[in-house]
């Protein structure tokens, strides 16, 4: 049996600000769903990431609670270069979106930054640093 990861899902309070989030980022998100209980995307790589609103999740678990006191997961985005991670922050930021870890050199490699999305989760930006 061969294990396939099919989609991410992101629970969300307003899904009009989680939308406009993920497609500034460069998520391809239609248009014209801002308002819709569930929206899928398909990312380059063939992974769907998925939101449904805390109301379309209680519809089958009635006892359903947002978490609180941090993220429990991350998704992180490979952005391609040191550069575009600092772009893609700098713009993120610029229109609005919450800051969480400035851009720096990771000890492991790489480039790093997170932001929070409009739900507080954690999404971090990264590329591999050049070889010295």
Known sequence: MTLKLGFIGIVTRDMGSSLAFYRSLGVPIEEGQDTAPHVDAKLDDGVTL???TVE???DFDPTYMPGSGGH???LAFD???PAAV???FAALVEAG???HVEPWDAHWGQRYATLLDPDGN???LYAELPAN
């Open 50 to 52: 998925a939101w449904d």
């Open 79 to 81: 952005k391609g270069s």
């Open 56 to 58: 379309t999740i209680r």
């Open 72 to 74: 429990r997961i991350a």
């Open 86 to 88: 600092d772009a893609a």
């Open 122 to 124: 954690s999404v971090d």
């Open 97 to 99: 979106h919450t800051a």
